[in-house]
C-alpha cells in the first residue's frame, strides 16, 4: 500500500459511519416508562440523596470508580509537536479506546484550551468529582512537570502523565529484557538518550534506577547535547547534562554506546549511526508517529541489533500502551488515592517477566505469527496479550495495598483474577477449570492428522502445558520437517508411522480385530488390512487396544471419516443405542450445551428421550447442575404439529422416567434462558428460577443453525462437537479449527479419557 493511501484510509477510518472513534453507552435498562423514572427524576433523587449523605456513595451509585479523563492542551501530541488541543482529540480518542478494550476502563478524553500551568492545573483539579483516574497527556516539557506534582499533591485520585511514567515502565522493562538478550549489564551500558521532554526525563530517572550510571548517559535536545555549561536549561534537565567534552552532537556520542533511547522526532538517526555503536547494540526509536530511524534502515546495516520502535507495525512495539490501561485499573480497583513509584516498578516488573514466558496462542493469532518467543524480536509482551491485564493490574493492586495509598483492599486474589477475566471478554472459567483437571491426570493422546502445522502447535501447547501426552500420527519426515519449519519443539514425543517396519505387528492386531468385527458385515480380510493404512482406522485401533487414551482427527476430512471407523471398532457404550453430537457454547451469561447440533437428523420421540439423557449425563461432566429445556417453536402446549408434538412427548416420557432430571418444555429458547419471562408466563415449569444451560434442539437443522448463529452473532466461543456415547474418547474437530479450538478439544478428550478410566474402575 502506498503512502497516500495509507494516509486515505487513516482519514476514513475516522471519519466514517459516526465520526471519531468513541460513544456513551447507557448501562442500565432504559425500555420502560419505569426504567427512565429511576434513571432520572424522581428515581435519581434517591442515589443523589445517599452521596450527599456519605460522599464515598459516588462510588457506589455512579460511574466514577471506572471512569479516568484523558487530558491533554495538545502542546506536545505525539512527536507531532504543539498542534493545538482540536488537533491532539484524535489521540486522546484513541486512548480511551484502548483503556476500553485492554482493560474495560470508561474515558472522557478533555482538550484544553490551556497552555499555562495555574489555568490547567485549576481546571483539571475542579474534575475530581467526576473521575476515578486523570491521565494527562501529551503536554510538553517543562510544564507537565509542574502540572503534574501540582496536582499530585492536590488531588485525591491517582494522576498519572503517561508520556513520563507510562514510558518509562514500558522502555525500563523493555531496556532490562534487551540487556539480558545481548548479554550487557545496566551498570556498565553506554547510552545515548535523544531528546530531553517529558517522556525522555522521565525514562532517564527510571534508568538511573535500574542501575544505568549517570557518567554513562548523553541526552540531546533540539539543540544538542546537554553539557553543564549551558544556560538553557532548566535544573530537571541540567542534571542530565553531560561532562564528557568529546561528545559534540549525536554522531560523535553515537559511537560505541550500547543503547540509543529516542524521544524526539522522527528519522534524526541515520545508518552510519547505527554502524557506528558497539557490538550488539540496542535501538528503542520511540518517536511517534515517525520513529528517530525506521526498523527497516536499522535492521538492514546491523544483524547484532535489537531494534525497538513505537510502533505496532514492527516487531519490538516499545509504548506506553503497554502499561497505562492496566496500570490504572489496578489502581481504580483498590481506588489508590496515587500511582506512586512502588506502583510504578510492580508494573516494570510485571511486563518485563511476562515477556519470558511461554506466549498463549491467542496473541500469536492476534498477530498472524507463529511461535512468538523471549528473544530479539520479542523483548516486551504484546498489547493484545490478555494475560496483561491479570499480571500488571493485579502487581500494581497488590503495590498501592502495600505502599499505603489504597482505600479498599482485595484480600481474594482468585476472584480479583476471575474479575480482570471477565473484563476482557468471555467468561472461559470453564474451560480453564476443565484444563486444570487435565492436568491433574493427563492422558495420551493420539493425533490422526500429526503432518498438519495446527495440530503440531496443538500439540506442543498441551505437552507444554502438561494437558495431555501427545501421539503423532503420521509420516515421521514430514511431521519433523513441519516442527522444524515452525521450530516447534515436542522432545521426546511418539511419532508412530503406519507403514515403518516397527508396526507391522500392531497393523495385523488391529486388522484382525476389525475383521473380527466386521467379517459378518461385508469386510473382507484384504479389506480390513487395507483399511488400516487410513489414520483414523489406526487411531481408533489404538484407543481400542489401551495403545492411547483418546483420538482427535476430524480438521481436514468430515466427521462421518472419523465417526464410521470409531463405531466399526469402538462402537457405543452398552446400552447407548446412538451417539451425539454436542457443543458447549462460552457464552457472555456463562457456558450453555447444545444438542444434538452434529449427528441425528430428526430424531423420533425416543431418540429425543435418548439423547436428552446421554446428554444431561455427559454435561455433569463438565457442570455440577444440568438444567435442561426441550425447545420447540411452542410453549407447553401452546401449538399442535410434529415438533410442539414430539418433543412435548419426549419431556412427558422423560419426567415419568427419569423424575430427578431438572427438564422442562416443549419451550421457545427465549424462555429457557430468560428465567423472569419463563416465571411470568409460566409460574409452573421446574426451570423457573434459573435459565436452563442444557438446550435439545427438536432436530439437527435447528440444533446447528442455533450454535452456529450464536457463534457469529452472539459473539460465543464453539467448543466442540463434543462426541457422545462412543465406548472410548474419540473426539471429532471441526473442519478447519484453529489451535485454540483444537486445545479445547484436546482438553476435552482428556478430561473424557479420566471419566471413562473412572468408569472402569467402578
Ligand atoms: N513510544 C512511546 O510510548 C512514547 C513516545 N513518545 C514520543 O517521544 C517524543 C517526545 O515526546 P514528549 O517527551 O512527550 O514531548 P516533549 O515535547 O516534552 O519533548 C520533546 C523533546 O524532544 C526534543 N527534540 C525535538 N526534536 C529533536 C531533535 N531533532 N533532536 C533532538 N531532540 C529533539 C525536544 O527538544 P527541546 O527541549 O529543545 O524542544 C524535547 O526535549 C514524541 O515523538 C513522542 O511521540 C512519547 C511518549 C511515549
Ligand atoms: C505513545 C505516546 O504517548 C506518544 O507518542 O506520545
Ligand atoms: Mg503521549
Redesign the pocket.
Known amino acids: 500500500m502506498n503512502n497516500t493511501n495509507r494516509k486515505q484510509d487513516a482519514l476514513n477510518y475516522h471519519a466514517k459511519g459516526r465520526p471519531g472513534k468513541i460513544q456513551v453507552v447507557p448501562t442500565k435498562p432504559t425500555n420502560s416508562q419505569r426504567d427512565l423514572t429511576m434513571a432520572y427524576s424522581p428515581g435519581v433523587a434517591e442515589p443523589c440523596r445517599a452521596i450527599a449523605a456519605n460522599v464515598d456513595d459516588v462510588y457506589k451509585y455512579t460511574a466514577k470508580g471506572n471512569l479516568v479523563a484523558v487530558i491533554s492542551n495538545g502542546t506536545?501530541v505525539?512527536?507531532l509537536?504543539n498542534i493545538g488541543p482540536e488537533a491532539g482529540k484524535p489521540v486522546m480518542e484513541g486512548k480511551g479506546l484502548l483503556f476500553k478494550i485492554y482493560a474495560d476502563i470508561d474515558v472522557f478524553d478533555l482538550e484544553l484550551d490551556a497552555t499555562n500551568v495555574d489555568d490547567f492545573v485549576r481546571i483539571v483539579k475542579a474534575l475530581e468529582p467526576t473521575f476515578g483516574g486523570i491521565n494527562l497527556e501529551?503536554i510538553?516539557?517543562p510544564t507537565?512537570f509542574e502540572i503534574e506534582q501540582r496536582l499530585k499533591a492536590e488531588m485525591n485520585i491517582p494522576v498519572m502523565h503517561d508520556?513520563q511514567h507510562?514510558?518509562a515502565i514500558?522502555s525500563g522493562a523493555a531496556l532490562m529484557n534487551a540487556c539480558e538478550i545481548q548479554g550487557k549489564k545496566l551498570n556498565e551500558i553506554k547510552m545515548v538518550v535523544?531528546?530531553?521532554?517529558?517522556?525522555?526525563v522521565s525514562c532517564s530517572k527510571i534508568y538511573l534506577s535500574l542501575g544505568v550510571k549517570k557518567e554513562n548517559l548523553v541526552m540531546?535536545?533540539?539543540?544538542g547535547v546537554l553539557t553543564p555549561d549551558r544556560t538553557d536549561l532548566d535544573e530537571m534537565r541540567l542534571q542530565f547534562a553531560t561532562h564528557r567534552t568529546d561528545v559534540k552532537n549525536l554522531a560523535d556520542a553515537m559511537k560505541d554506546a550500547d543503547v540509543f533511547i529516542g524521544?524526539?522526532?522522527g528519522n534524526?538517526v541515520t545508518q552510519d549511526m547505527v554502524r557506528s555503536m558497539a557490538p550488539k547494540p540496542i535501538i528503542f526509536a520511540?518517536?511517534?508517529p515517525e520513529p528517530e530511524i525506521a526498523y527497516d534502515l536499522a535492521v538492514e546495516v546491523r544483524d547484532d541489533l535489537i531494534m525497538a520502535t513505537?510502533r505496532s507495525d514492527f516487531p519490538n512495539q516499545?509504548?506506553?500502551?503497554l502499561g497505562f490501561p492496566f496500570i490504572f485499573r489496578g489502581a481504580l480497583d483498590v481506588r489508590a488515592t496515587a500511582i506512586n513509584e512502588e506502583m510504578k516498578l510492580a508494573a516494570t516488573k510485571a511486563i518485563a517477566e511476562l515477556a519470558k514466558k511461554p506466549v498463549p496462542e491467542a496473541v500469536n493469532l492476534a498477530y498472524d505469527l507463529r511461535n512468538l518467543k523471549f528473544g530479539k524480536d520479542y523483548i516486551i509482551p504484546k498489547p493484545m496479550d490478555p494475560r496483561l491485564i491479570i499480571e500488571v493490574s493485579s502487581a500494581v493492586a497488590h503495590a498501592a495495598i502495600e505502599s499505603g495509598v489504597a482505600r479498599t483492599v482485595i484480600t481474594d486474589w482468585e476472584a480479583y483474577h476471575e474479575e480482570l477475566r471477565g473484563r476482557i471478554g468471555k467468561d472461559d472459567k470453564l474451560m480453564r477449570n476443565l484444563s486444570l483437571k487435565a492436568k491433574e491426570n493427563p492422558k495420551r493422546v493420539v493425533f490422526a492428522e500429526a503432518d498438519n502445522y495446527k495440530i503440531l502447535k496443538a500439540a506442543q501447547i498441551v505437552k507444554d502445558e502438561g494437558i495431555a501426552t501427545p501421539i503423532l500420527l503420521g509420516n515421521k519426515e514430514k511431521i519433523q520437517q513441519i516442527m522444524l519449519e515452525n521450530q516447534l519443539e515436542l522432545g521426546d514425543v511418539k511419532i508412530v508411522d503406519i507403514r515403518s517396519s516397527g508396526e507391522v505387528e500392531n497393523a495385523k492386531l488391529y486388522a484382525d480385530n476389525l475383521f473380527s468385527k466386521r467379517a459378518r458385515r461385508g469386510i473382507t480380510e484384504y479389506e480390513a488390512r487395507k483399511f488400516m493404512r487410513d489414520r483414523n482406522y489406526y487411531g481408533a485401533s489404538m484407543v481400542q487396544f489401551g495403545h492411547a487414551d483418546a483420538l482427535i482427527s476430524g480438521l481436514t476430512k468430515n466427521y462421518v471419516g472419523i465417526v464410521k471407523p470409531a463405531l466399526q471398532i469402538i462402537g457405543t457404550e452398552p446400552g447407548v443405542r446412538r451417539v451425539v453430537g454436542m457443543y458447549m457454547m462460552l457464552t457472555k451469561k456463562g457456558p450453555v450445551f447444545f444438542a444434538d447440533t452434529t449427528i441425528n437428523e430428526n430424531p423420533s420421540v425416543q431418540d429425543l428421550v435418548d439423547i436428552t439423557v446421554l446428554v444431561e449425563r455427559s454435561v455433569r461432566q463438565f457442570i455440577s447442575n444440568p438444567r435442561v429445556a426441550v425447545l420447540s417453536y411452542s410453549n407447553f402446549g401452546s401449538n399442535d404439529g410434529e415438533i410442539p408434538e414430539k418433543t412435548r412427548e419426549a419431556v412427558r416420557i422423560l419426567h415419568e422416567q427419569y423424575p430427578d432430571m431438572v427438564v422442562d418444555g416443549e419451550m421457545q429458547a427465549n424462555f429457557a434462558i430468560n428465567t423472569e419471562l419463563l416465571a411470568d408466563n409460566y409460574p409452573f415449569s421446574s426451570l423457573v428460577g434459573e435459565s436452563a444451560n442444557t438446550l435439545i434442539f427438536p432436530n439437527l437443522e435447528s440444533g446447528n443453525i442455533a450454535y452456529k448463529l450464536l457463534q457469529e452473532l452472539g459473539d460465543a466461543e464453539a467448543v466442540g462437537p463434543i462426541l457422545l456415547g462412543m465406548d472410548k474418547p474419540i473426539h471429532v474437530l471441526q473442519l478447519g479449527s484453529s489451535v485454540r479450538e483444537i486445545v479445547n478439544m484436546i482438553t476435552i478428550a482428556v478430561v473424557d479419557a479420566q471419566a471413562h478410566e473412572e468408569k472402569l474402575k467402578a
Open positions: 506536545a505525539l512527536g509537536g501529551d510538553s516539557a507537565c508520556d507510562g514510558t514500558i535523544n531528546g530531553a521532554g517529558a517522556a525522555a540531546f535536545d533540539i539543540n524521544l524526539s522526532a534524526v520511540m518517536a511517534n513505537g516499545v509504548n506506553n500502551v
